[in-house]
């Protein structure tokens, strides 16, 4: 879980998590910076509630995708779930996300386009934009997955090296380009409706139209061109989540 300055949505965050994830887990928060506000709250909560939590200072530089490696090389389970601290949407498919993981999946994204998914709260731009961006890049580049930038993705620890990161600091592009190469590696990828509400619970949003636009642009032309390219386009269907759970839901 990369954090910066969550304290307020961490604590509660850490609570749900608790209280929900039934399968043996640990709990990274990583932050950047010593004086993180997440850190108290993650101390309050090892001693108090969640002795399988840990803090892990990120010293490969800031960003998510620095964050995630950092959680990757401190990480002692087989499947690694990446999620932020401000949404409590994903952490109800944590066990649908298992489910396809032991039915064979290398990584399964959450999706808040299809099967029944949703993204509420944020700012209105973002939200036009990732709605916009995942639909065109799903119609036009072959892409498994109905909802590639979405951060929220499991992936088996043993595969993360053959998946290059690059992607600069910005918001979570870092998962776009998780997702695009992901399919280029061959991996077996799945997919699983989650609603997500953003900043359900306040604080200030990283959001910046301007950088942001400009690598996402980036990754949306590189995955068109390289799917393209390879021979992966159009030949990658992402596996669903389990009908039997799906049903089990709607009751």
């Known amino acids: ?6 304290g307020v949505n961490l604590k509660i965050m850490l609570k749900i998590l608790k209280a929900t994830i039934d399968i043996p887990h640990e709990v990274m928060v990583v932050y950047d910076s010593l004086d993180d506000d997440s850190i108290p709250v993650i101390e309050e909560m090892q001693s108090n509630h969640y ?3 840990r803090g892990i200072h ?10 995630i490696k950092s959680g990757v090389d401190a990480a002692r389970g087989d499947y690694i779930l990446v999620i932020a601290a401000d949404d409590i949407g994903p952490v109800l498919a944590v066990d649908e996300m298992v489910s396809l993981m032991d039915e064979g999946c290398d990584l399964v994204s959450a999706t808040r386009y299809s099967h029944g998914g949703r993204l509420l709260g944020g700012y209105l731009m973002s939200r036009f934009l990732s709605r916009i961006a995942n639909r065109l890049f799903y119609l036009f580049s072959g892409s498994a997955l109905t909802d590639s930038t979405i951060g929220i993705k499991m992936f088996r620890s043993s595969i993360f090296d053959r998946i290059e990161l690059n992607a600069k600091p910005v918001g979570w592009s ?22 997500s509400i953003n900043r359900f619970y306040g604080g200030r949003s990283s959001f910046k139209l301007g950088p942001w636009v400009i690598e996402y642009s980036k990754w949306f032309l590189w995955g068109l061109w390289n799917l393209y390219r390879s021979g992966k386009w159009r030949c990658n269907t992402a596996v669903k989540v389990p009908e039997k759970i799906i049903s089990k839901r709607r009751k």
């Not at 990120?58 to 964050?67: E, I, L, M, P, T």
């Not at 998962?175 to 609603?195: C, D, N, R, T, Y």
């Open 174 to 195: 870092v998962a776009f380009e998780m997702a695009i190469k992901s399919q280029l590696a061959g991996l077996k990828l799945g997919e699983v409706p989650i609603i």
């Open 58 to 67: 990120n010293r490969r530089g800031r960003g998510v995708a620095n964050a």
């Open 1 to 6: 879980m990369p954090v910066l300055n969550e």
């Open 51 to 53: 002795p399988d939590l």
